[in-house]
């Protein structure tokens, strides 16, 4: 199932003000589950709370940011009683000026989702209508075009967001069932009543982070799988590098004690099937470290995990809009939640953890198919034998496209959030560049599982070309079921042949999930 697929939801995300889950946002988007207003009294009058004492503040002529004054260094203009309800129609129309690609239908639901969860929380000053808004548009499958460049990631993700504001007001354009119609039209053949925002609300749809914590939800996924995935390869190429299973022994990992390390190296006694002899096995005493050290290349992705799901579930469960609205205490406050920088921090972290199995991969596939490394196995990994061999060149062009791309991969590893720009007249001085450190992520991660396929055709080549050249040696019960599956999608490469048709069917199995990887 591809992320940008629908199908048949299996489960109801509900949002309310309890915690959701990294996992539920995921759920989202992929269309396996749907999302659901809680129909809770208690919940729904909190909500209601907020939106009632922005009423009275301003039947009181109260000042309120964003409300009666103009948007960031514009907040010392005051504006007419008479024009406020028209403010937030401003607000996203003059953020229409978002470019390069929309963002896919599965980053748009992730995005729909955290800002549904952040405005459920009670402190933006919302109606429930507006929350039941967002739903509708779930439940129609109608999926705001949402450009993906634009945002700083403070004021929030303004400019990306407007898109979903001026959407849920019938304006711009919308995604349903892959073909883009106008917003209008979409509305009413769904039944649903244009949205006429309430003073506050198109600041608070605005003015938060649900872009750039939608997309790092996806991207935790992905890293989290795709580390799995590269422990499984790499046991894969030290059964055909001939490799010595001695590197990834319990006592060896036992005094270095990071635990996402110590798991890595778990997973790979158990695809070897190693039960700790140590015994001399006339192998080389140390393999190369693309293998001996994997543990503690991947590991360093399998340590951050945690923390990065912290960081990213805190700020899905946060109100990340200003100004907040405490109706229980009737204050407005103002402050600056709407800041990505967990979410940057997060986001730089994981995409150079994710890049640098990149070039784990990259090294591994190397020695694969180089024969002064690989242990006998024949150059390029070519099947052929005989007088055909001269003409085959195996997976030498294959090569060349990992090491391509795992260049990029680490060449977009420079942190986003060190890149703080001074915008909107010195009021936006200091921003988090979260949006554009998630974007980069989500590509570190595109390239990365590229070059994991590259890989998956390499391994099954190379074990395949192993176990031709020493017919005794068992594959060990976890490395054979994976080669069954690899075999039905991957024949041996004897006679030359092009691999994008099963590059590609491969990387939709990596975005698929497809492969039970470890418990």
Not at 199 to 221: F, H, R, S, Y
Not at 232 to 247: C, E, K, P, V, Y
Request: hydrophobic share 45%; charged share 20%.
């Amino acid at each position: 199932m591809q992320l940008t697929d629908i199908t048949t939801p299996q489960r109801t995300v509900r949002f309310d003000r309890t915690r959701l889950a990294l996992q539920d946002i995921v759920d989202l988007a992929r269309g396996t589950a749907r999302a659901e207003l809680s129909s809770d009294p208690a919940f729904r009058a909190a909500i209601a709370k907020g939106a009632d004492f922005l009423d009275r503040l301003l039947r009181e002529d109260g000042a309120i940011y964003g409300v009666t004054t103009g948007y960031g260094d514009s907040c010392t203009v005051a504006v007419p009683l008479s024009l406020v309800a028209e403010l937030p129609h401003h607000l996203y129309t003059y953020h229409g000026c978002g470019m390069g690609a929309v963002l896919t239908p599965a980053q748009t639901r992730a995005v729909m989702g955290a800002r549904l969860a952040s405005l459920s929380k009670g402190f933006s000053g919302v109606s429930v209508g507006l929350l039941e808004q967002i739903v509708r548009l779930f439940d129609s499958g109608l999926l705001p075009l949402i450009p993906s460049e634009g945002s700083v990631g403070a004021s929030g993700d303004l400019t990306p967001l407007s898109y979903l504001a001026a959407v849920l007001c019938g304006e711009r354009e919308v995604l349903r069932n892959g073909v883009q119609l106008p917003a209008a039209q979409a509305l009413q053949e769904a039944g649903i009543e244009p949205l006429q925002l309430r003073p506050k609300e198109g600041l608070a749809i605005m003015n938060g982070t649900a872009v750039m914590t939608g997309l790092a939800c996806l991207a935790w996924d992905r890293a989290d799988y795709l580390a799995r995935l590269v422990t499984r390869i790499t046991a894969l190429a030290s059964f055909a590098l001939d490799g010595n299973d001695h590197h990834f022994d319990e006592t060896l990992f036992s005094v270095k004690p990071h635990a996402g390390m110590q798991n890595v190296a778990a997973w790979l006694r158990q695809d070897l099937e190693y039960a700790g002899q140590l015994e001399r096995n006339g192998k080389r005493l140390q393999d190369r470290y693309s293998i001996r050290c994997a543990p503690h290349v991947i590991g360093v992705l399998t340590d951050a995990l945690p923390f990065f799901r912290e960081s990213i579930e805190n700020e899905l469960n946060s109100a990340n809009d200003n100004p907040i609205i405490d109706a229980e205490g009737e204050r407005v406050l103002h402050g600056g939640h709407f800041y990505g920088g967990h979410i940057a921090f997060a986001m730089d972290g994981m995409k150079n953890a994710v890049a640098n199995l990149a070039d784990l991969l990259d090294r591994q596939m190397a020695l694969l198919v180089d024969a002064r490394y690989n242990q006998g196995l024949p150059a390029n990994l070519s099947g052929m034998t005989g007088e055909r061999a001269a003409i085959n060149h195996g997976l030498k062009a294959l090569q060349i496209s990992a090491s391509a791309w795992t260049a990029e991969a680490l060449k977009l590893t420079m942190p986003a959030s060190v890149f703080s720009r001074s915008t909107e007249c010195h009021n936006q001085d200091k921003v988090s560049m979260g949006t554009i450190a998630a974007r980069d992520c989500l590509r570190v991660l595109e390239l990365t599982e590229q070059v994991a396929a590259a890989l998956l055709v390499t391994v099954r080549q190379g074990v395949w070309l192993r176990q031709r050249l020493d017919t005794s040696r068992p594959l060990p019960a976890p490395l054979a079921r994976m080669m069954a599956l690899l075999g039905q999608d991957v024949a041996p490469v004897l006679e030359d042949r092009r691999l994008d048709p099963e590059l590609h069917l491969l990387l939709g199995r990596i975005r698929d999930q497809a492969w039970s990887l470890y418990a």
